[in-house]
C-alpha cells in the first residue's frame, strides 16, 4: 500500500512532520509544579505545524477556510455515493449466497464488505453536522460568500476532531482489504454473473448529476484512498485557520491524530508482523487504553494492551522534539488462569489528601482565567500556555487521584494492581479481560520486542483521556449542581441485595460520585434517596447497580450486576425533575434527575468531614441525607427483617456492648463502612444500634409536647373518637418524625407476625420501644404544670405504641420527599 508512503512524503513537503511533537516548556512545569514534580513525568502530546502564510491578513485567512470547508462538504458528499454505490449490491449477495446457487459465500460477503456500513455511517453523521454548520455561508453565491464576513460558519474543529477519533474503524477495512481484493478478483475471472456486476458498478455525482462507471475493485479503494485525504484536508484547513481562531488547537490535535494513524498504518504495510498461535487464530488487539499502573513505592500512568491470550503493559516513551512515539516494555500477564479481583477503595494519606485538594484549586483557578482570556480575545500564545498548565494539572491528578484498584493475580505467581477513577471504567476493563479469559485456551509465550514495537501501529488510543482535550462546549455540559433521586429496581432474575453507584464526568474538582444504601434481598429493592453533585463540564452521568453477596472471610463480595450511562442534556433537565428509566442487563433502575446552573465556589482544601448520626436531631440528620427516613433506620431494620425475624428474643435481648459501640462510631464515620459492617456483626447487635439510636435522639420521635395530648387521648372511651384523636396528633408531628415512625411501626409489626418463633408479641415490642419513642415534657425548674408519676409515664409510652401497632390501617410512610412536576424520559 505505497499510497501511505506517497501520503507521507508530500505531507513533508509540505513542512509536516507526521510524528514530531515539540516538549513542553522546562518552566511550565516549574509554573504548574512548584514541589515533587518527579513523580508524574508524561506530558501531553503536540504537534509542530508550518506557521501562518506571510502576508495573509486573519480576512483574507477566513475568505480561504470558508472555500476549503465548501469543498470538502462537496468532497464529502461524492465519497458517500462511491460509499453507498459499493454497498448497493450487498444485500442481493447476501440474500443469493443462502440458494442453491450462491454468487458468494456468506462469508466471503462479509469479508468484501467488512466495515464498509461503519465507515458509511461515520462519515454521514459528519457530513450532515459539517452541512448544518455550513448552511448559512451556502445560502449565498460563492462571490457574496466571500464578501461577508458575518457568513462564516460557527466552529467545526468539534466535528473534525470527533471524526479523527473514531478512525479506527478504518484500520479494521485496511486489514481486511487485501482478503477483500483477492475475493473480487478471483470471483470475477470465475463468475460471469459477478464479473458483469464489478465491472458495471455507477455512481451518480454531485455537480452535474451525470453518472460515472466503477469496478468493484476502484470502489473498494476509496477508503484507502480517503484515509491519506483526511490528512491532507486537515493540513489545508489549518493553513487557512488564524492561530487566534478557536477551531486552531481542535483541528492541530486532529491533524496530529490523523497523521500519527497514517504513519502507523505506513509502517504496518512494510512490516506486517502477527502471532500465529497453534490453533490457527492470530493475536488481536481487542482494547487499549492509558490506566495507573501502581506499583511498590508510586504509581504511573501506562498504556496498556489487551490482546487475545494476554495483557501487555508498555510505557510511552518519545513524541516530543521531533521524536518518534515508541513504547518500552513494562510487564506482561497471560490471560490463561489469570484471577481479577475489584478491591476496596485505597485509603489517601492526608499529605497526599491535601496535595490533591491543592491541585484542585489550580485547575479551578486556571479554568476561570482561561474562560477570560478566550473572551478577552487574547493571543493564541497565551491560550495554548495555559491550556497545557491544565492538561499537566489533570495528568497529575488523574495519577494520584484513583483509588479504585482492580487487582490481576497470575498462575505463576506474579501480580500487579490496576487503580482507576470510576466504578464504570474499571467495570470495561474487568469485563473485556473476563471474556477474553473464558474463550482462551493457551497463549503463546510472546516475541516482547517485537509485540512492544507494534504498539505504535496498533493503538486506538492515542493519549490519556483528560477533560482539557475536549472541545469547548458549555452550552452541552453542566456546571451547577445535578440532582439525582434514586427510586427503585425491578426485573431482576431473583432476590438480591443492592446499591446504585453514580458517577459523573467532568473536572474532578468536587465529590461528583454517590452511592445509595445497601438494600434488603428483594426483587423489587427501594432506595428513594436523594443525592446533589456539585459538577462542571458534566456531560455524562455513569449508573452502576451492584449487588453484595457473602463472600467467606472476607465476609462480603461486590460484583456489578449491570451498568448504563446516561447523556445528560442541560435543556431536558433544567429546573425541572426528569424521570428516567435505566436498561442494564435484565434489571431496570428508575430515577429522577434536575439541573440548576450556578457558578461554583472554589473548591475547599479542608477535607470533607463526614457528619455524625447519633444524638443529631433526626430532622437535620434527615435534611443532611436528602430523605424523610433516616439511613440508619432503614439499613438496620432491613438487615433485622434479613437474618433476624426468627431470632428468639430480637430486640429485647441486646447484643455485645463493644458490638454496638463499634457500630456506632462506623455510623458516625461512613455510612459505606457502617453498612458493611452490619453484615458480619451480630444480629441482636443490629438490633440494639437501632435501639440506643432513638434513645440518644436530643428530642424524641414523638414530640415531648404531644405528650400530654396522646395521654389524654388513650383515656377516651368512645373508639372511634379516640382513633380520630391519635391519628390527628400523629399528623401534627414534623414530617421526617411522622414518616420514621410509621416506617418502623410497619417494621415492628412484621416481626411480630414471627412471635410463634421470635417470641416477640405486639405487646412485648411496645414495652421495648415506648420509653425511647414517647417521652414526657422535661420539668423546667420553677415551672408548674399536671405532672405524672413515673408508672403512669411508662404506661402512656407503652400504651402510645401499642395503640398504633394495633392499628389495621396504618398510612404507608414516604422515604424520601416527593418531587415536583416529574416528566418521563425514556434511557
Known sequence: MEVYEEAVDYLETYGVTVTAEREMEPDLLEDVFEVDFASCSLHADSIDLPDTPTGWTPEVMLEKRLV??????????????????????????RAAAS??????????????????????????????????????????????????????????????????????????????????????????QSDQRFRTLAESMMSCKVSDNSRTTYTFEALLYKPLDRVTKTTLVLHDLLKHTPQEHQDHALLQEALRISSSFLSGVNEESHCKRAVTLSTGMRRQLMRDGFVVDMYEGGRSIRHLFLYTDLLLCAKMKGGTAGKQVSYRFSWYLPLAGLKL?????????????????????KMFHLRQELKQQRRGGKGYRTLDRNRRKLQQIELWLLTHSPVLPLELQSPNGKSHTLVFSALYELEEWREAIEKLIGENAETVAPDLLTLTSSCVKLRMTQHPHLQSFEPECEDRSLCGTLTVAVHSACGLPQP??????????????????????????????????????????????????????????????????????????????????????????????????????????PPSTAPVQHQPVFNVPIGVLAQQEGVLVPHIVRSCTEDVERRGLEEVGIYRISGAASDIQILKNAFNTSLREAVSRLRTMDVNAVSGALKLYFRELPEPLIPRDHFQSLADALENPDMRSRMQSMFTILQSCPDVNRNTFLYLLHHLKRVSEKQ????????????????????????????????????????????????????????VPLTAMPLDSEEEADT
Open 756 to 811: 410463634e418463633v421470635n417470641k416477640m408479641t405486639l405487646m412485648n415490642l411496645a414495652t421495648v420501644f415506648g420509653p425511647s419513642l414517647v417521652r414526657p415534657p422535661e420539668m423546667v425548674l420553677g415551672q408548674c404544670g399536671p405532672r405524672v408519676d413515673i408508672s403512669q409515664e411508662v404506661v402512656v409510652q407503652v400504651q402510645v405504641v401499642y395503640f398504633y401497632l394495633q392499628s389495621n390501617n396504618l398510612p
Open 341 to 361: 479481583h475489584w478491591g476496596s477503595e485505597q485509603e489517601q494519606s492526608a499529605d497526599l489528601q491535601s496535595r490533591v485538594s491543592t491541585m484542585r484549586g
Open 99 to 188: 440458494t442453491s446457487q450462491p454468487v458468494l459465500s456468506s462469508q466471503q460477503v462479509q469479508t468484501v464488505f467488512f466495515q464498509v456500513p461503519e465507515l458509511r455511517d461515520l462519515h454521514q453523521e459528519f457530513y450532515t453536522a459539517l452541512k448544518a454548520r455550513l448552511q448559512p455561508a451556502q445560502s449565498q453565491e460563492p462571490e457574496a460568500q466571500l464578501q461577508h464576513g458575518d457568513k462564516q460558519p460557527a466552529a467545526v474543529g468539534d466535528l473534525f476532531l470527533r471524526m479523527v477519533s473514531q478512525l479506527g474503524v478504518y484500520r479494521g477495512f485496511i486489514d481486511n482489504y487485501e482478503g477483500a481484493v483477492e475475493i473480487v478478483r478471483k470471483c470475477t
Open 496 to 601: 438480591a441485595s443492592l446499591y446504585v453507584c453514580l458517577e459523573v464526568d467532568g473536572y474532578k474538582f468536587y465529590d461528583n460520585k454517590a452511592q445509595t444504601r445497601l438494600s434488603l434481598s428483594s426483587l423489587t429493592p427501594q432506595w428513594d434517596e436523594e443525592f446533589s453533585l456539585q459538577v462542571d463540564g458534566a456531560q455524562c452521568l455513569n449508573v452502576l447497580c451492584v449487588q453484595q453477596t457473602e463472600g467467606g472471610k472476607s465476609g462480603r463480595e461486590d460484583k456489578v450486576q449491570g451498568r448504563s450511562s446516561i447523556q445528560l442534556d442541560p435543556s431536558v433537565i433544567l429546573k425541572k425533575w426528569k424521570r428516567w428509566t435505566v436498561s442494564m442487563n435484565h434489571a431496570e433502575v428508575h430515577l429522577s434527575l434536575k439541573y440548576l446552573p450556578h457558578p461554583l465556589e
Open 68 to 93: 476549503v470547508l465548501i469543498s470538502i462538504l462537496t468532497s464529502e458528499e461524492q465519497y458517500l455515493s462511491e460509499l453507498e454505490t459499493l454497498l448497493m449490491p450487498m444485500k442481493a449477495l
